[in-house]
């Protein structure tokens, strides 16, 4: 099986953060860039298709169903179906901006892991969700595509990778989510799951561990 992650393309949430005071954040659309971007990454993701015919898994908020939608590769798709729990992690409701800062200060403080949003979820939880998601897409049958398109958010992409690889908790806190409309390919070979590229990391991991 290969699984091809995509990040979503350029959101109002990515340069407006005070967006999240007024626009819930399953609704934030995406900007005239992240439109000129994910229409740029449709060819690219094509070709790393391959003529394949993919079934596609995409968090059911706007912006991830904005980007598919212009990558146009609907028609080359063998199924595509809206995914909940390939969502964001959930910050809770309508942000105050305020309290944003200060609950953003305190998770990087605790841990991006283990420190759960008021109202909302820790990395947590996420792992637990994207883990069942993996756990239903491994018992799928022969029918089943090989090659699955997940279009999803960054800290969910890196989580799915987490789950896959039996990364640390360390090493994941260490790795950067990957850019806007940014893609990686995971594939097993016989019993083992390779990346085609790192993530960026912004520090060591304190364990030692590598994405090897």
Not at 88 to 93: A, I, L, T, V
Not at 120 to 132: I, K, Q, W
């Amino acid at each position: 099986m290969r699984i091809i992650l995509l990040r979503h393309a350029e959101s109002l949430g990515n340069v407006d953060e005070l967006a999240y005071t007024r626009i819930p954040d399953h609704a934030l659309p995406l900007t005239d860039e992240g439109r000129e971007q994910a229409r740029l990454a449709g060819p690219k993701i094509g070709a790393v298709l391959g003529g394949h015919r993919p079934a596609v898994y995409v968090s059911p908020y706007l912006r991830t169903r904005e980007t598919l939608r212009l990558l146009d590769i609907q028609d080359s798709c063998e199924r595509v179906v809206q995914e909940p729990r390939l969502r964001e992690q959930d910050w809770g409701n309508l942000q105050d901006p305020q309290e944003q800062e200060v609950q953003k200060q305190r998770r990087h403080e605790f841990g991006h892991f283990f420190y759960r949003l008021p109202f909302g979820e820790s990395g947590a939880d996420v792992d637990d969700r994207v883990a069942a998601f993996l756990s239903e897409l491994a018992a799928c049958g022969e029918d089943h595509p090989d090659t699955v398109l997940v279009v999803s958010h960054g800290l969910t992409i890196r989580l799915l990778c987490r789950r896959l690889f039996g990364w640390s908790i360390e090493l994941f806190e260490s790795l950067s989510n990957p850019t806007t409309c940014e893609y990686r390919v995971v594939e097993r070979v016989g019993d083992k799951w390779t990346l085609d590229r790192p993530f960026r990391q912004w520090r060591d991991s304190p364990d030692g561990e590598t994405q090897d």
